[in-house]
């Protein structure tokens, strides 16, 4: 059985809260778990100490029997020092699409053109 810490979420509608919990990693994300070992309350201000609870002894039991943590558990147990996670880098994130570069070329054409458009009857004028 391959176990996950993971939340589960719980609140109203736009007043989202979760708990993180000890699941099988087939069963649904609010379905059944195994143990409740804390909660995250992302309406809270985030240096507020309440915002992550974390039972950090469950929590390591967990980890030692082999439960694996999803990247926002990671997180919290990385910022509590339960655990190590490596940050992630994504370069091509952040780059523009195809349409958007194809808009910028198009965009920075016209503007050469309309530049060279300006200076040519310029350097006639000039010439003469």
């Given at each position: 059985?391959?176990?996950?810490?993971?939340?589960?979420?719980?609140?109203?509608?736009?007043?989202?809260?979760?708990h993180?919990?000890?699941?099988?990693?087939?069963?649904?994300?609010?379905g059944?778990?195994?143990?409740?070992?804390?909660?995250?309350?992302?309406?809270?201000?985030?240096?507020?100490?309440?915002?992550?609870?974390?039972?950090?002894?469950?929590?390591?039991?967990?980890?030692?029997?082999?439960?694996?943590?999803?990247?926002?558990?990671?997180?919290?147990?990385?910022?509590a020092?339960?655990?190590?996670?490596?940050?992630?880098?994504?370069?091509?994130?952040?780059?523009?699409?195809?349409?958007?570069?194809?808009?910028?070329?198009?965009?920075?054409?016209?503007?050469?053109?309309?530049?060279a458009?300006?200076?040519?009857?310029?350097?006639?004028?000039?010439?003469?």
């Amino acid at each position: 059985m391959s176990l996950k810490l993971r939340l589960a979420r719980a609140g109203n509608k736009k007043r989202p809260y979760y708990h993180i919990v000890v699941a099988d990693a087939r069963s649904p994300r609010d379905g059944r778990f195994i143990e409740r070992i804390g909660a995250y309350n992302p309406l809270l201000n985030k240096d507020d100490e309440t915002r992550v609870t974390l039972d950090t002894e469950r929590a390591k039991h967990w980890l030692s029997v082999g439960a694996q943590p999803t990247d926002r558990v990671a997180r919290f147990f990385d910022a509590a020092g339960l655990m190590k996670r490596d940050t992630r880098n994504n370069p091509n994130k952040g780059k523009p699409g195809q349409k958007a570069t194809e808009r910028a070329e198009e965009r920075a054409s016209r503007a050469a053109e309309i530049e060279a458009a300006q200076n040519a009857p310029a350097e006639e004028a000039s010439a003469e």
